[in-house]
């Protein structure tokens, strides 16, 4: 049976295992428990709390919990990347995200935690009508929640791969829609398009348009891991994974474009980016049977239906029998859950290249073949 680490090992190479990245979480997590119950105990003392809205345990831990995420991330970004250097078999043939990228990132898991917590504590107000919570019990659930936070975020960072960023992805894509959509101060923003949640003043246009561009930038990472493991033994292979990088970087280019440029200041380039976008998609599900021969054959069958289904939507919508709102939606969803699905058929593609057969030994024939001449 194997020993436990020293702690003085684990804190020496704090990623360089399972077990050290385990143990720099949870110390990860035991600091920002003791400076949130602190900070906590401070802010609360004397003060009942209500569980929501402002000035409540729940926004503090929003706001806590949106400044663990960051700072737990960046700390195992650095730690990875100085173990990386030290020891680069370490990242698998991965590639090393750039300053955008972890930015992106970084983001991302803020604002997960902060609308995660936000919601957490309406739902929870809600079955706790009227209730108040003191200001110790208050400082303690604090703690505990940025405890959590900071240590999957740490987690997140130390172990970054393409199915851990498509969950990110996934997610704050979720959270981001879902808040634009519950704060948007025009409740009649569907009748319009997907594009209204980001033209009002208010703070969900914000939310969503910044949704967006992060999305955004967070494809084009997706795209360098995605295509990282591809084949690329011969100039065949080498061609056909930098046109699938180029067209995943392209969406992604463009749909930070659409965050980046709102509908009611810049129409254009905004329609012009959504629209490439869909046709950069089409262009690469139709073509992946010819760029990647092995990728799997449902998977290829997949992106056919999406593209059918997104075809169809088109068609309803020049009818009269859908309204623009719901083709965006539902051409979304299918986009972008295909890009995730991508992340993981990759992995598929890489498993299923054969291997090079060794050069077969001589045999009794051969033997006798040469004794004979």
Known sequence: MSRPSPIARILRH???????RESSALL????AFVLGTLVGLVVFWGHALPISGRGSIGDFVAIGGALAAIVAFLLGCVLRRAQLRSDPSGSAGLPRPHWFDVAALTLAHAAIAMLGWIGLASVVSESFVGATVYSTSA??????????????AFLSAVNL???????????????????????????????????????SDDLSAMAFNLTLVVAGVMVTTIAHYATASLP??????????RLVRLALVLIGVLLARVGAFPADEFLGVHNTSATGMVIIYVALVVSLRRLLPSAPRIFVLLGYVYVGV?????????TGYYNLTAVELVA??????????????????VASRPEQAPPPRPGPTATRATATS
């Open 14 to 20: 704090p990623v360089a295992s399972t077990e050290s």
């Open 28 to 31: 990860t997590g035991a600091g």
């Open 139 to 152: 400082a303690l659930l604090a703690g505990v929640a940025l405890a959590v936070t900071a240590y999957l």
């Open 161 to 199: 791969t393409p199915m851990l960023l498509s969950l990110v992805l996934a997610l704050f894509l979720t959270v981001g829609a879902l808040t634009s959509m519950l704060s948007t101060s025009d409740p009649s923003w569907w009748k319009e398009n997907l594009s209204a949640l980001g033209i």
């Open 232 to 241: 690329r033994s011969t100039s065949s292979e080498a061609r056909s994974e």
């Open 310 to 318: 997104i075809v169809l939507l088109a068609v309803f919508f020049v």
């Open 332 to 349: 979304a969803v299918l986009i972008f859950s295909w890009i995730i699905v991508f992340l993981r058929n990759t992995e598929a593609v």
